[in-house]
């Protein structure tokens, strides 16, 4: 098993691709532990094999500190972070507050810089890595998601500038997700035929599961990643056809 006698840490780990993230580290061999704020209905599990939970808020530096202090007294060692936990509503620039934009941006880019920083000693003695998931929002114009499509593009850079100040002991790198089918698809995507109507959109024809990203997690973070940090894995099945093909079409057929 890739992982096999590893040990990873998965932010936000308890739903959604946070959980298929940590299944996913599971069924490679790993001892995971998930940190949300809240536990899920129903542990993380795989294989036969079940994920650890600790209730963490990210924003909190001490606590982010001892969180990964408990982790290596557990475990004996740290191989793997996974920065996975984050997410915005929807809202317009104009319609909120700074303060309320820069939360986005606090939960979105600050905490997984703090995350990464408490994780880095553990990480460097066992020659680990770090795995940032990121957006095709931070690369593209986000609106109603300005300010997490900002901390997205931050994040991403973030993750070079680790990238090149922490090797050669730590390897850091990016998966750039696009749209992402999991238990809260409907809410953003309304029914199953509102689902696959936006699928057919992606060039391969479908949303990712959970699954197919815990799988680029699980290469970034095994032996067979060894030569890889600083980069940007796109995990968006193709990503989006450019609205003027579409444009272009109709007119032709006009």
């Known amino acids: 098993m890739e992982l096999d006698g590893r040990v990873a840490v998965v932010t936000g780990g308890t739903r959604g691709v946070g959980a298929g993230i940590a299944r996913s580290f599971l069924e490679a061999g790993a001892e995971v532990v998930v940190c949300a704020r809240r536990p899920s209905r129903e542990p993380v599990a795989a294989n036969g094999r079940t994920a650890s939970f600790a209730a963490l808020d990210l924003r909190d530096p001490e606590a982010v500190e001892a969180f990964f202090g408990s982790v290596e007294r557990r475990y004996g060692r740290l191989d793997c972070l996974v920065n996975n936990a984050g997410g915005t509503p929807y809202r317009l620039l104009g319609e909120a507050e700074a303060e309320r934009h820069a939360r986005v941006v606090e939960l979105n880019l600050l905490a997984p810089m703090t995350a990464s920083l408490a994780a880095y000693p553990r990480?460097?003695?066992?020659?680990?890595s770090v795995v940032m998931i990121g957006s095709v929002s931070g690369t593209r114009p986000s609106p109603g998601t300005a300010a997490y499509g900002a901390a997205k593009a931050g994040l991403e850079n973030l993750a070079r500038s680790m990238a090149v100040e922490w090797a050669p002991?730590?390897?850091?790198?990016?998966?750039?997700?696009?749209?992402?089918?999991?238990?809260?698809?409907?809410?953003?995507?309304?029914?199953?035929?509102?689902?696959?109507?936006v699928g057919a959109t992606v060039p391969l024809g479908r949303l990712a599961?959970?699954?197919?990203?815990?799988?680029?997690?699980?290469?970034?973070?095994?032996?067979?990643?060894?030569?890889?940090?600083?980069?940007?894995?796109?995990?968006?099945?193709?990503?989006?056809r450019p609205a003027f093909l579409d444009a272009a079409t109709v007119n032709k057929e006009n």
């Open 123 to 128: 990480l460097r003695e066992s020659r680990g």
């Open 169 to 197: 002991e730590v390897r850091v790198n990016s998966l750039v997700l696009g749209m992402v089918r999991t238990e809260l698809a409907h809410l953003h995507y309304g029914d199953e035929a509102g689902i696959a109507a």
């Open 209 to 240: 599961d959970p699954s197919d990203v815990g799988a680029a997690a699980v290469f970034l973070a095994s032996g067979r990643a060894g030569y890889v940090s600083g980069a940007s894995l796109l995990v968006h099945g193709g990503g989006e």
